[in-house]
Protein backbone atom coordinates (compact mmCIF):
# COMPACT_ATOMS: atom_id res chain seq x y z
CA UNK A 1 0.00 0.00 0.00
CA UNK A 2 1.14 3.85 -0.72
CA UNK A 3 0.42 6.38 1.71
CA UNK A 4 -1.09 9.05 -0.39
CA UNK A 5 -0.97 12.41 0.78
CA UNK A 6 -4.10 13.96 0.58
CA UNK A 7 -3.74 17.78 -0.38
CA UNK A 8 -7.32 18.83 -0.61
CA UNK A 9 -10.20 18.00 2.64
CA UNK A 10 -13.61 17.97 0.83
CA UNK A 11 -11.93 18.58 -2.59
CA UNK A 12 -10.79 22.37 -1.62
CA UNK A 13 -7.31 23.29 -2.24
CA UNK A 14 -7.04 25.56 0.79
CA UNK A 15 -3.30 26.07 0.19
CA UNK A 16 -4.24 27.81 -2.77
CA UNK A 17 -6.73 30.07 -1.15
CA UNK A 18 -4.91 30.50 1.72
CA UNK A 19 -1.40 31.69 -1.02
CA UNK A 20 -4.10 33.63 -2.66
CA UNK A 21 -5.17 35.66 0.32
CA UNK A 22 -1.82 36.49 0.71
CA UNK A 23 -0.55 37.35 -3.06
CA UNK A 24 -3.76 39.52 -3.22
CA UNK A 25 -2.74 41.84 0.49
CA UNK A 26 -0.07 41.95 -1.29
CA UNK A 27 -1.35 43.41 -4.78
CA UNK A 28 -4.55 44.62 -4.12
CA UNK A 29 -5.03 45.86 -7.60
CA UNK A 30 -4.80 42.38 -8.53
CA UNK A 31 -7.94 41.44 -6.61
CA UNK A 32 -10.23 43.72 -8.94
CA UNK A 33 -12.67 41.12 -10.82
CA UNK A 34 -15.32 42.09 -13.25
CA UNK A 35 -17.95 39.30 -13.82
CA UNK A 36 -19.69 39.12 -16.74
CA UNK A 37 -23.13 38.03 -18.90
CA UNK A 38 -24.69 37.85 -21.82
CA UNK A 39 -27.93 37.34 -23.13
CA UNK A 40 -30.58 36.94 -25.79
CA UNK A 41 -34.02 37.11 -26.05
CA UNK A 42 -35.38 33.91 -27.68
CA UNK A 43 -39.19 34.34 -27.86
CA UNK A 44 -42.29 35.48 -25.11
CA UNK A 45 -40.47 35.59 -21.96
CA UNK A 46 -37.74 32.74 -22.68
CA UNK A 47 -34.06 34.14 -22.77
CA UNK A 48 -30.87 32.41 -23.17
CA UNK A 49 -27.70 33.94 -21.11
CA UNK A 50 -24.21 32.85 -21.14
CA UNK A 51 -21.12 33.00 -19.19
CA UNK A 52 -17.24 33.00 -19.88
CA UNK A 53 -15.35 35.31 -20.02
CA UNK A 54 -14.24 37.43 -16.95
CA UNK A 55 -11.51 39.69 -15.75
CA UNK A 56 -9.50 39.35 -12.57
CA UNK A 57 -5.77 38.60 -11.42
CA UNK A 58 -5.03 41.90 -13.90
CA UNK A 59 -6.08 40.14 -17.20
CA UNK A 60 -9.01 38.83 -18.93
CA UNK A 61 -10.01 34.75 -17.88
CA UNK A 62 -12.23 32.64 -19.13
CA UNK A 63 -14.36 29.59 -18.00
CA UNK A 64 -13.08 26.08 -18.91
CA UNK A 65 -16.23 26.46 -21.47
CA UNK A 66 -19.11 28.36 -22.06
CA UNK A 67 -22.06 27.64 -19.88
CA UNK A 68 -25.41 28.42 -20.99
CA UNK A 69 -28.68 29.20 -18.90
CA UNK A 70 -31.85 29.47 -19.73
CA UNK A 71 -34.72 31.57 -17.77
CA UNK A 72 -38.54 31.91 -18.61
CA UNK A 73 -41.39 31.90 -17.02
CA UNK A 74 -43.68 28.67 -15.96
CA UNK A 75 -47.32 27.50 -17.80
CA UNK A 76 -49.60 29.28 -15.00
CA UNK A 77 -47.64 32.38 -16.32
CA UNK A 78 -48.48 31.85 -19.66
CA UNK A 79 -45.32 31.08 -20.73
CA UNK A 80 -43.52 28.46 -22.39
CA UNK A 81 -41.60 27.19 -19.04
CA UNK A 82 -38.27 26.56 -20.93
CA UNK A 83 -36.14 27.43 -18.04
CA UNK A 84 -35.81 28.05 -14.53
CA UNK A 85 -37.36 31.91 -13.70
CA UNK A 86 -34.75 34.54 -13.07
CA UNK A 87 -35.69 34.51 -9.56
CA UNK A 88 -34.91 30.99 -9.13
CA UNK A 89 -31.76 31.69 -10.59
CA UNK A 90 -30.65 33.93 -7.63
CA UNK A 91 -31.73 31.13 -5.63
CA UNK A 92 -29.17 29.00 -7.33
CA UNK A 93 -26.45 31.75 -6.93
CA UNK A 94 -26.96 32.23 -3.64
CA UNK A 95 -27.01 28.29 -2.66
CA UNK A 96 -23.98 27.69 -4.44
CA UNK A 97 -22.06 30.84 -2.95
CA UNK A 98 -23.16 29.79 0.37
CA UNK A 99 -22.58 26.27 0.19
CA UNK A 100 -18.70 26.70 -1.42
CA UNK A 101 -18.31 29.19 1.18
CA UNK A 102 -19.44 25.74 3.60
CA UNK A 103 -16.72 23.52 2.10
CA UNK A 104 -14.09 26.37 1.70
CA UNK A 105 -14.57 27.23 5.25
CA UNK A 106 -14.60 23.52 6.45
CA UNK A 107 -11.49 22.82 5.10
CA UNK A 108 -9.46 25.53 6.40
CA UNK A 109 -10.80 24.33 9.70
CA UNK A 110 -9.99 20.63 8.76
CA UNK A 111 -13.70 19.33 9.20
CA UNK A 112 -14.44 16.28 7.31
CA UNK A 113 -17.70 16.93 5.45
CA UNK A 114 -20.02 13.89 4.87
CA UNK A 115 -22.90 15.35 3.03
CA UNK A 116 -24.09 19.26 2.72
CA UNK A 117 -27.78 19.53 1.13
CA UNK A 118 -29.81 22.41 1.17
CA UNK A 119 -33.51 23.44 0.31
CA UNK A 120 -34.39 27.53 -0.36
CA UNK A 121 -37.42 29.27 -0.27
CA UNK A 122 -38.01 32.69 -1.47
CA UNK A 123 -41.38 34.06 -0.53
CA UNK A 124 -42.63 36.91 -2.88
CA UNK A 125 -45.82 38.31 -3.35
CA UNK A 126 -46.49 39.09 -7.34
CA UNK A 127 -49.00 41.94 -6.75
CA UNK A 128 -45.71 43.80 -7.27
CA UNK A 129 -44.51 42.95 -10.41
CA UNK A 130 -47.72 42.90 -11.33
CA UNK A 131 -47.78 46.97 -10.41
CA UNK A 132 -51.47 45.56 -8.56
CA UNK A 133 -50.06 47.42 -5.48
CA UNK A 134 -47.39 49.80 -5.13
CA UNK A 135 -46.73 49.69 -1.78
CA UNK A 136 -45.51 45.68 -2.23
CA UNK A 137 -41.94 45.22 -3.54
CA UNK A 138 -41.31 43.43 -6.45
CA UNK A 139 -38.51 41.32 -4.91
CA UNK A 140 -38.57 38.32 -2.13
CA UNK A 141 -40.27 39.60 0.47
CA UNK A 142 -37.40 37.11 2.74
CA UNK A 143 -35.44 34.13 1.65
CA UNK A 144 -34.94 30.94 4.12
CA UNK A 145 -32.25 28.59 3.36
CA UNK A 146 -31.95 25.19 5.32
CA UNK A 147 -29.51 23.12 5.69
CA UNK A 148 -28.82 19.47 6.00
CA UNK A 149 -24.95 19.31 7.30
CA UNK A 150 -23.03 15.99 7.82
CA UNK A 151 -19.80 16.28 8.68
CA UNK A 152 -17.03 15.47 11.86
CA UNK A 153 -18.16 18.17 13.75
CA UNK A 154 -19.77 19.33 16.66
CA UNK A 155 -23.10 20.77 16.14
CA UNK A 156 -21.82 24.55 17.62
CA UNK A 157 -18.82 23.72 14.56
CA UNK A 158 -21.30 23.30 12.24
CA UNK A 159 -23.45 26.38 13.20
CA UNK A 160 -20.15 28.53 13.09
CA UNK A 161 -19.05 26.95 9.63
CA UNK A 162 -22.50 27.78 8.62
CA UNK A 163 -22.34 31.64 9.84
CA UNK A 164 -18.99 31.78 8.79
CA UNK A 165 -19.77 31.40 5.43
CA UNK A 166 -22.30 33.98 5.41
CA UNK A 167 -20.17 36.34 6.34
CA UNK A 168 -17.90 35.69 3.48
CA UNK A 169 -20.43 35.00 0.85
CA UNK A 170 -20.25 37.55 -2.07
CA UNK A 171 -24.50 36.54 -3.20
CA UNK A 172 -25.59 36.83 0.35
CA UNK A 173 -24.16 40.40 0.19
CA UNK A 174 -25.43 40.91 -3.04
CA UNK A 175 -28.93 39.98 -1.76
CA UNK A 176 -29.11 41.70 1.95
CA UNK A 177 -27.26 44.40 1.00
CA UNK A 178 -28.21 47.58 -1.76
CA UNK A 179 -26.45 47.74 -4.52
CA UNK A 180 -25.98 50.63 -7.60
CA UNK A 181 -27.40 49.31 -10.75
CA UNK A 182 -26.98 51.17 -13.92
CA UNK A 183 -29.11 49.63 -17.13
CA UNK A 184 -28.05 51.33 -19.98
CA UNK A 185 -29.60 51.03 -23.51
CA UNK A 186 -26.92 51.32 -26.30
CA UNK A 187 -28.25 52.91 -29.77
CA UNK B 1 23.79 65.99 28.89
CA UNK B 2 22.81 64.56 32.11
CA UNK B 3 21.22 61.00 31.71
CA UNK B 4 19.00 61.62 34.26
CA UNK B 5 15.16 62.53 33.40
CA UNK B 6 14.63 66.26 34.09
CA UNK B 7 11.26 67.45 34.68
CA UNK B 8 11.39 70.96 32.92
CA UNK B 9 12.99 70.38 29.57
CA UNK B 10 14.25 73.39 27.51
CA UNK B 11 11.49 73.91 24.83
CA UNK B 12 13.48 72.55 22.16
CA UNK B 13 17.11 71.03 21.14
CA UNK B 14 18.50 67.95 20.89
CA UNK B 15 17.87 64.93 22.73
CA UNK B 16 17.78 60.54 22.55
CA UNK B 17 13.97 59.98 22.69
CA UNK B 18 11.39 62.30 22.39
CA UNK B 19 7.93 60.54 23.18
CA UNK B 20 4.54 61.77 21.27
CA UNK B 21 1.72 61.92 23.73
CA UNK B 22 1.38 62.23 27.57
CA UNK B 23 -1.50 59.62 28.09
CA UNK B 24 -1.10 55.78 29.44
CA UNK B 25 0.90 54.80 26.79
CA UNK B 26 3.46 57.96 26.46
CA UNK B 27 3.45 58.54 30.01
CA UNK B 28 4.42 54.49 31.24
CA UNK B 29 7.54 54.82 28.08
CA UNK B 30 8.51 58.21 29.74
CA UNK B 31 8.69 55.92 33.52
CA UNK B 32 10.42 52.77 31.98
CA UNK B 33 13.22 55.13 29.59
CA UNK B 34 13.79 57.08 33.09
CA UNK B 35 14.40 54.32 34.94
CA UNK B 36 17.29 53.02 31.77
CA UNK B 37 18.37 56.60 31.99
CA UNK B 38 17.59 57.61 28.80
CA UNK B 39 17.40 61.51 28.14
CA UNK B 40 13.72 61.90 26.94
CA UNK B 41 10.88 64.32 26.47
CA UNK B 42 7.31 63.77 26.35
CA UNK B 43 5.36 66.22 23.97
CA UNK B 44 1.94 66.83 24.69
CA UNK B 45 -0.33 68.84 22.53
CA UNK B 46 -2.36 69.73 25.05
CA UNK B 47 -2.51 68.69 28.75
CA UNK B 48 -1.57 65.22 30.55
CA UNK B 49 -4.35 62.61 29.50
CA UNK B 50 -5.82 64.98 26.83
CA UNK B 51 -7.92 62.83 24.68
CA UNK B 52 -9.51 61.27 28.21
CA UNK B 53 -10.35 65.16 28.89
CA UNK B 54 -11.85 66.61 25.97
CA UNK B 55 -12.73 63.78 23.35
CA UNK B 56 -15.22 61.29 25.45
CA UNK B 57 -18.56 61.81 27.20
CA UNK B 58 -19.61 62.19 30.70
CA UNK B 59 -20.87 58.85 32.01
CA UNK B 60 -17.91 56.62 30.18
CA UNK B 61 -16.29 54.47 32.52
CA UNK B 62 -13.57 52.23 31.89
CA UNK B 63 -14.05 48.30 30.30
CA UNK B 64 -11.82 47.13 32.77
CA UNK B 65 -12.29 46.75 36.86
CA UNK B 66 -9.90 48.88 38.88
CA UNK B 67 -7.86 46.16 40.27
CA UNK B 68 -6.66 45.79 36.64
CA UNK B 69 -6.29 49.29 36.09
CA UNK B 70 -2.44 49.40 36.23
CA UNK B 71 0.79 51.26 35.12
CA UNK B 72 4.52 50.30 35.07
CA UNK B 73 4.99 50.91 39.03
CA UNK B 74 1.72 51.70 39.79
CA UNK B 75 -0.97 49.72 41.24
CA UNK B 76 -4.65 50.76 42.03
CA UNK B 77 -4.64 51.34 45.71
CA UNK B 78 -8.38 52.88 46.17
CA UNK B 79 -11.40 50.98 47.95
CA UNK B 80 -12.97 49.72 44.98
CA UNK B 81 -11.04 47.18 43.34
CA UNK B 82 -13.87 45.71 41.53
CA UNK B 83 -15.22 49.03 40.07
CA UNK B 84 -14.66 51.03 37.00
CA UNK B 85 -12.75 54.22 37.07
CA UNK B 86 -14.61 57.17 35.64
CA UNK B 87 -12.73 59.74 33.65
CA UNK B 88 -12.30 62.44 35.62
CA UNK B 89 -10.57 59.67 38.22
CA UNK B 90 -8.47 58.16 35.60
CA UNK B 91 -7.52 61.67 34.39
CA UNK B 92 -6.49 62.50 37.93
CA UNK B 93 -4.77 59.42 38.10
CA UNK B 94 -2.67 59.83 35.11
CA UNK B 95 -1.75 62.87 35.92
CA UNK B 96 -0.83 61.97 39.41
CA UNK B 97 1.17 59.09 37.89
CA UNK B 98 3.31 61.52 35.51
CA UNK B 99 4.18 63.70 38.38
CA UNK B 100 5.22 61.53 40.73
CA UNK B 101 7.35 59.30 37.44
CA UNK B 102 8.64 63.19 37.40
CA UNK B 103 7.82 62.73 33.61
CA UNK B 104 10.04 65.35 31.58
CA UNK B 105 6.16 66.26 30.08
CA UNK B 106 5.88 69.32 27.71
CA UNK B 107 2.56 70.57 27.59
CA UNK B 108 0.66 72.56 24.75
CA UNK B 109 2.90 71.48 22.23
CA UNK B 110 1.33 70.35 19.17
CA UNK B 111 3.59 68.15 16.49
CA UNK B 112 3.29 69.28 12.79
CA UNK B 113 5.83 66.77 11.26
CA UNK B 114 8.13 63.88 12.02
CA UNK B 115 10.50 63.89 9.49
CA UNK B 116 14.11 61.87 9.08
CA UNK B 117 17.14 63.68 9.60
CA UNK B 118 20.63 62.21 9.80
CA UNK B 119 20.12 59.22 11.41
CA UNK B 120 17.42 60.15 13.28
CA UNK B 121 14.35 62.46 13.47
CA UNK B 122 13.53 66.24 13.38
CA UNK B 123 10.21 66.69 15.33
CA UNK B 124 8.65 70.25 14.55
CA UNK B 125 6.54 71.32 17.22
CA UNK B 126 4.65 74.63 17.29
CA UNK B 127 7.23 75.58 20.21
CA UNK B 128 10.34 74.66 18.18
CA UNK B 129 11.93 71.41 16.38
CA UNK B 130 13.26 68.56 18.79
CA UNK B 131 16.05 66.63 17.11
CA UNK B 132 16.08 63.25 18.25
CA UNK B 133 17.82 59.30 17.74
CA UNK B 134 14.39 57.84 18.19
CA UNK B 135 10.50 58.66 18.50
CA UNK B 136 8.36 56.85 20.41
CA UNK B 137 4.68 57.48 18.59
CA UNK B 138 2.05 57.47 21.88
CA UNK B 139 -0.47 59.72 20.46
CA UNK B 140 -3.67 57.37 20.90
CA UNK B 141 -5.41 54.80 18.54
CA UNK B 142 -8.49 57.08 18.44
CA UNK B 143 -7.51 60.19 17.24
CA UNK B 144 -10.68 60.35 15.07
CA UNK B 145 -13.96 59.23 14.96
CA UNK B 146 -14.51 56.76 11.94
CA UNK B 147 -17.30 58.11 9.58
CA UNK B 148 -18.69 55.77 6.89
CA UNK B 149 -18.99 57.84 3.56
CA UNK B 150 -23.00 57.51 3.60
CA UNK B 151 -22.95 60.24 6.24
CA UNK B 152 -22.57 62.75 3.58
CA UNK B 153 -25.93 61.31 1.75
CA UNK B 154 -27.88 62.13 5.16
CA UNK B 155 -30.49 65.22 4.48
CA UNK B 156 -28.84 68.84 5.96
CA UNK B 157 -31.54 68.79 8.66
CA UNK B 158 -30.58 65.51 10.41
CA UNK B 159 -28.12 66.27 13.24
CA UNK B 160 -24.99 64.10 12.92
CA UNK B 161 -22.77 63.80 16.26
CA UNK B 162 -19.81 61.43 16.61
CA UNK B 163 -18.82 60.28 20.31
CA UNK B 164 -16.46 63.23 20.63
CA UNK B 165 -19.16 65.85 20.26
CA UNK B 166 -21.77 63.84 22.37
CA UNK B 167 -21.11 64.45 26.20
CA UNK B 168 -24.85 63.74 27.55
CA UNK B 169 -28.19 62.16 26.53
CA UNK B 170 -29.48 65.87 27.05
CA UNK B 171 -27.49 67.08 24.13
CA UNK B 172 -29.65 65.69 21.79
CA UNK B 173 -32.05 67.06 20.38
CA UNK B 174 -35.99 66.21 20.51
CA UNK B 175 -37.25 63.50 18.13
CA UNK B 176 -35.86 59.77 17.24
CA UNK B 177 -32.01 58.85 17.26
CA UNK B 178 -30.16 56.64 15.13
CA UNK B 179 -27.23 55.20 16.81
CA UNK B 180 -24.59 53.47 14.00
CA UNK B 181 -22.59 51.20 15.76
CA UNK B 182 -23.07 47.62 18.15
CA UNK B 183 -19.16 48.05 19.75
CA UNK B 184 -19.29 49.32 23.35
CA UNK B 185 -19.86 52.68 22.42
CA UNK B 186 -22.55 52.32 20.04
CA UNK B 187 -24.59 50.56 22.94
CA UNK B 188 -23.49 52.37 25.77
CA UNK B 189 -24.82 55.59 23.93
CA UNK B 190 -27.89 53.75 23.00
CA UNK B 191 -28.74 52.62 26.35
CA UNK B 192 -28.39 55.74 27.96
CA UNK B 193 -30.20 57.57 25.18
CA UNK B 194 -33.27 55.10 26.14
CA UNK B 195 -32.77 55.66 29.70
CA UNK B 196 -33.83 59.59 29.08
CA UNK B 197 -36.90 58.79 26.70
CA UNK B 198 -35.61 58.16 23.53
CA UNK B 199 -36.90 56.55 20.71
CA UNK B 200 -33.63 54.72 19.60
CA UNK B 201 -33.19 52.68 16.48
CA UNK B 202 -30.02 51.02 16.36
CA UNK B 203 -28.14 49.43 13.47
CA UNK B 204 -25.95 46.70 13.82
CA UNK B 205 -23.45 45.00 11.62
CA UNK B 206 -20.31 42.44 13.08
CA UNK B 207 -20.22 42.82 17.11
CA UNK B 208 -18.39 41.40 20.09
CA UNK B 209 -21.09 39.99 22.56
CA UNK B 210 -19.63 39.13 26.31
CA UNK B 211 -21.38 39.28 29.70
CA UNK B 212 -19.64 41.37 32.37
CA UNK B 213 -19.18 38.91 35.05
CA UNK B 214 -19.21 35.16 34.34
CA UNK B 215 -18.93 32.52 36.96
CA UNK B 216 -18.06 34.87 39.88
CA UNK B 217 -16.03 37.27 38.45
CA UNK B 218 -15.24 39.79 36.32
CA UNK B 219 -14.76 39.08 32.24
CA UNK B 220 -11.42 40.37 32.38
CA UNK B 221 -10.72 38.29 35.12
CA UNK B 222 -11.29 35.18 32.82
CA UNK B 223 -9.91 36.74 29.84
CA UNK B 224 -6.41 37.21 31.52
CA UNK B 225 -6.29 34.02 33.57
CA UNK B 226 -7.09 31.59 30.33
CA UNK B 227 -4.03 33.44 28.73
CA UNK B 228 -6.51 35.32 25.78
CA UNK B 229 -5.04 38.84 27.46
CA UNK B 230 -1.11 37.68 26.68
CA UNK B 231 -1.81 35.71 23.10
CA UNK B 232 1.06 37.21 21.43
CA UNK B 233 0.60 39.10 18.06
CA UNK B 234 3.00 36.99 16.14
CA UNK B 235 1.32 34.25 17.04
CA UNK B 236 -2.60 35.49 16.10
CA UNK B 237 -3.45 33.54 12.72
CA UNK B 238 -5.35 36.67 11.39
CA UNK B 239 -3.51 39.80 13.09
CA UNK B 240 -5.12 42.37 10.73
CA UNK B 241 -9.00 40.90 11.82
CA UNK B 242 -7.82 40.66 15.56
CA UNK B 243 -6.89 44.18 15.02
CA UNK B 244 -9.71 45.64 13.40
CA UNK B 245 -11.81 43.88 15.89
CA UNK B 246 -14.70 46.31 17.46
CA UNK B 247 -14.71 46.86 21.27
CA UNK B 248 -16.71 44.26 23.14
CA UNK B 249 -20.39 45.07 24.14
CA UNK B 250 -19.11 46.02 27.75
CA UNK B 251 -20.01 48.85 30.21
CA UNK B 252 -18.13 49.72 33.12
CA UNK B 253 -21.09 49.09 35.67
CA UNK B 254 -22.57 45.62 37.71
CA UNK B 255 -25.76 46.93 37.24
CA UNK B 256 -26.25 44.44 34.08
CA UNK B 257 -25.48 41.82 33.67
CA UNK B 258 -24.81 41.92 29.98
CA UNK B 259 -25.14 45.21 28.02
CA UNK B 260 -26.28 43.60 24.53
CA UNK B 261 -28.85 43.96 21.76
CA UNK B 262 -31.70 42.22 23.71
CA UNK B 263 -30.98 44.83 26.74
CA UNK B 264 -31.70 47.19 23.97
CA UNK B 265 -34.74 45.29 22.71
CA UNK B 266 -35.97 45.36 26.38
CA UNK B 267 -35.48 49.32 26.24
CA UNK B 268 -37.76 50.07 23.98
CA UNK B 269 -34.95 50.00 21.15
CA UNK B 270 -35.13 48.90 17.57
CA UNK B 271 -32.28 46.66 16.11
CA UNK B 272 -31.74 46.53 12.34
CA UNK B 273 -29.18 45.53 10.48
CA UNK B 274 -26.16 47.47 9.13
CA UNK B 275 -26.32 50.64 7.57
CA UNK B 276 -26.22 50.40 4.37
CA UNK B 277 -27.36 53.64 2.43
CA UNK B 278 -29.31 56.59 1.78
CA UNK B 279 -31.88 57.49 -0.42
CA UNK B 280 -33.19 60.68 -0.18
CA UNK B 281 -35.15 60.19 3.37
CA UNK B 282 -35.00 56.57 3.51
CA UNK B 283 -32.44 55.17 5.32
CA UNK B 284 -31.66 50.99 3.91
CA UNK B 285 -30.51 48.62 6.49
CA UNK B 286 -28.74 45.11 5.53
CA UNK B 287 -30.55 42.36 5.55
CA UNK B 288 -27.79 40.15 7.19
CA UNK B 289 -28.87 40.96 10.87
CA UNK B 290 -29.54 37.05 12.00
CA UNK B 291 -25.96 35.85 10.97
CA UNK B 292 -23.85 38.91 12.62
CA UNK B 293 -26.34 38.26 15.63
CA UNK B 294 -25.49 34.35 15.27
CA UNK B 295 -22.09 34.83 14.75
CA UNK B 296 -21.65 36.85 17.92
CA UNK B 297 -23.41 34.39 19.55
CA UNK B 298 -21.40 31.35 18.45
CA UNK B 299 -18.06 33.67 19.60
CA UNK B 300 -19.43 34.22 22.68
CA UNK B 301 -20.42 30.45 23.35
CA UNK B 302 -16.74 29.18 21.90
CA UNK B 303 -15.14 31.79 24.34
CA UNK B 304 -17.38 30.76 28.16
CA UNK B 305 -16.42 27.54 26.94
CA UNK B 306 -12.73 28.31 26.76
CA UNK B 307 -12.96 30.06 30.16
CA UNK B 308 -14.96 26.77 31.59
CA UNK B 309 -11.33 24.93 31.45
CA UNK B 310 -9.78 27.34 33.32
CA UNK B 311 -12.92 28.04 36.07
CA UNK B 312 -13.23 23.79 36.78
CA UNK B 313 -9.67 23.72 37.51
CA UNK B 314 -10.52 26.84 39.90
CA UNK B 315 -13.48 25.93 41.49
CA UNK B 316 -15.59 28.60 40.34
CA UNK B 317 -19.34 28.57 40.41
CA UNK B 318 -21.29 26.83 37.87
CA UNK B 319 -21.43 28.08 34.89
CA UNK B 320 -24.34 30.41 33.76
CA UNK B 321 -26.40 30.49 30.47
CA UNK B 322 -27.30 33.52 28.70
CA UNK B 323 -30.00 33.79 26.26
CA UNK B 324 -29.62 33.75 22.25
CA UNK B 325 -29.74 37.10 21.11
CA UNK B 326 -33.21 37.69 19.47
CA UNK B 327 -33.99 39.71 16.81
CA UNK B 328 -37.10 40.05 14.66
CA UNK B 329 -37.35 37.24 12.17
CA UNK B 330 -37.67 40.16 9.49
CA UNK B 331 -36.03 43.44 11.04
CA UNK B 332 -36.88 46.41 8.81
CA UNK B 333 -34.67 46.64 5.52
CA UNK B 334 -35.85 50.66 5.27
CA UNK B 335 -37.15 53.29 7.46
CA UNK B 336 -38.34 56.50 6.63
CA UNK B 337 -36.73 59.02 8.69
CA UNK B 338 -39.98 61.41 8.58
CA UNK B 339 -41.70 59.27 9.34
CA UNK B 340 -40.02 57.58 12.24
CA UNK B 341 -39.44 61.09 13.36
CA UNK B 342 -35.17 60.61 13.15
CA UNK B 343 -33.86 64.17 14.14
CA UNK B 344 -30.31 62.82 15.12
CA UNK B 345 -27.57 60.22 13.94
CA UNK B 346 -24.96 59.40 15.99
CA UNK B 347 -21.73 57.68 14.47
CA UNK B 348 -20.41 54.67 16.89
CA UNK B 349 -18.52 53.61 13.93
CA UNK B 350 -14.86 53.74 15.63
CA UNK B 351 -11.75 55.49 16.07
CA UNK B 352 -8.70 55.71 14.01
CA UNK B 353 -5.10 57.12 14.65
CA UNK B 354 -4.46 60.09 13.13
CA UNK B 355 -0.84 60.12 11.13
CA UNK B 356 -1.08 63.42 8.67
CA UNK B 357 2.24 64.49 10.62
CA UNK B 358 4.23 61.01 10.40
CA UNK B 359 5.97 62.57 7.63
CA UNK B 360 8.17 59.01 7.38
CA UNK B 361 7.05 56.87 4.81
CA UNK B 362 6.02 54.36 6.99
CA UNK B 363 2.47 54.52 6.52
CA UNK B 364 0.50 51.45 4.55
CA UNK B 365 -2.47 51.98 2.19
CA UNK B 366 -4.93 52.74 4.89
CA UNK B 367 -3.00 54.76 7.16
CA UNK B 368 -2.09 52.88 9.14
CA UNK B 369 1.54 52.18 10.50
CA UNK B 370 4.17 49.63 9.03
CA UNK B 371 5.15 48.13 12.23
CA UNK B 372 5.94 44.57 13.83
CA UNK B 373 4.47 44.70 17.34
CA UNK B 374 5.19 48.23 17.62
CA UNK B 375 9.22 48.48 16.14
CA UNK B 376 7.90 50.90 13.04
CA UNK B 377 9.65 49.90 9.79
CA UNK B 378 12.27 52.78 10.04
CA UNK B 379 14.82 52.69 12.47
CA UNK B 380 14.22 54.28 15.62
CA UNK B 381 10.26 55.04 15.04
CA UNK B 382 8.00 53.14 17.69
CA UNK B 383 4.93 53.35 18.56
CA UNK B 384 3.02 52.26 21.70
CA UNK B 385 -0.92 52.02 22.93
CA UNK B 386 -2.58 50.29 19.49
CA UNK B 387 -4.75 47.61 20.02
CA UNK B 388 -3.29 44.11 19.75
CA UNK B 389 -0.15 45.47 18.87
CA UNK B 390 1.99 43.12 20.51
CA UNK B 391 -0.71 41.42 22.90
CA UNK B 392 -4.55 41.04 22.93
CA UNK B 393 -4.04 43.21 26.23
CA UNK B 394 -2.36 45.93 24.62
CA UNK B 395 -6.25 48.09 23.92
CA UNK B 396 -6.23 47.96 27.62
CA UNK B 397 -4.86 50.60 29.88
CA UNK B 398 -3.38 47.38 31.92
CA UNK B 399 -2.03 46.11 29.02
CA UNK B 400 1.13 49.08 28.18
CA UNK B 401 3.41 47.59 30.80
CA UNK B 402 4.54 44.86 28.94
CA UNK B 403 4.38 46.33 25.60
CA UNK B 404 6.25 49.88 26.80
CA UNK B 405 8.90 47.62 28.40
CA UNK B 406 9.45 44.99 25.60
CA UNK B 407 9.93 48.64 23.15
CA UNK B 408 12.02 50.92 25.40
CA UNK B 409 14.09 47.91 25.78
CA UNK B 410 14.32 47.56 22.28
CA UNK B 411 14.73 51.16 21.66
CA UNK B 412 17.96 51.36 24.33
CA UNK B 413 19.85 49.00 22.04
CA UNK B 414 18.90 50.65 19.11
CA UNK B 415 20.57 54.00 20.74
CA UNK B 416 23.57 51.80 22.17
CA UNK B 417 23.82 50.41 18.27
CA UNK B 418 23.62 54.30 16.75
CA UNK B 419 26.37 55.41 19.89
CA UNK B 420 28.53 52.86 19.10
CA UNK B 421 28.55 53.74 15.14
CA UNK B 422 28.64 57.33 16.11
CA UNK B 423 31.71 56.88 17.69
CA UNK B 424 33.45 54.47 15.67
CA UNK B 425 33.18 56.97 12.99
CA UNK B 426 30.85 55.08 10.50
CA UNK B 427 28.19 58.21 10.56
CA UNK B 428 28.77 61.28 10.04
CA UNK B 429 26.35 64.31 10.57
CA UNK B 430 26.22 66.52 7.41
Known amino acids: MTNITVETEN ?5 ALLGAREALTEAPEAASFVWRAAC ?23 HVREFRYDTDHPEIFASEDKGSTPVEMILVGLAGCL ?14 LNSVTATLEAGMDIQGILGIDGDVRNGFNGVTVSYQIDADATEEEIAALVAQSQKRSAVFDIITNPTNVNVQVNQ | MSLLAYPHPRAAGAIDVVVIGAGHAGLSAS ?22 RHERWDSLRLLTPNWQTRLPGRVYQGDDPDGFMAIPELVQTLTTYAADMKVPVQTHTTVSSVRPSGTGYEVVTNRGIWRAKAVIIASGACNKPVVPTVASELPEEIRQLTPFDYTHAADVDEGGVLVVGASATGLQLAHELLAHGKPVTLAAGEHVRMPRRYRGRDIFHWLSQCGIHDERYDQIEDLSRGRRLPSPQLVGSHALPMLDLNEIQRCGGRVTGRLMGVRENTLQFSGSLQNVCQLADLKMQRLLKLIDETA ?6 PAESFAPTTVDASPALTLDLDRH ?48 MRRRKSSFIFGIED ?28
Open chain 1, 11 to 15: GVNVA
Open chain 1, 40 to 62: EWKNGTHTESCVEGFFGLGEEQR
Open chain 1, 99 to 112: TAGIASVASNRAIR
Open chain 2, 31 to 52: SLLSRQGVAHVVLERGEVANSW
Open chain 2, 312 to 317: DAQHAP
Open chain 2, 341 to 388: HIKTVVWATGFRPDYRWVDVPVLDRKGHLRHDGGVVDAPGLYVLGLPL
Open chain 2, 403 to 430: DARDITRHLSNYLEQVKRRESDGFYRYG
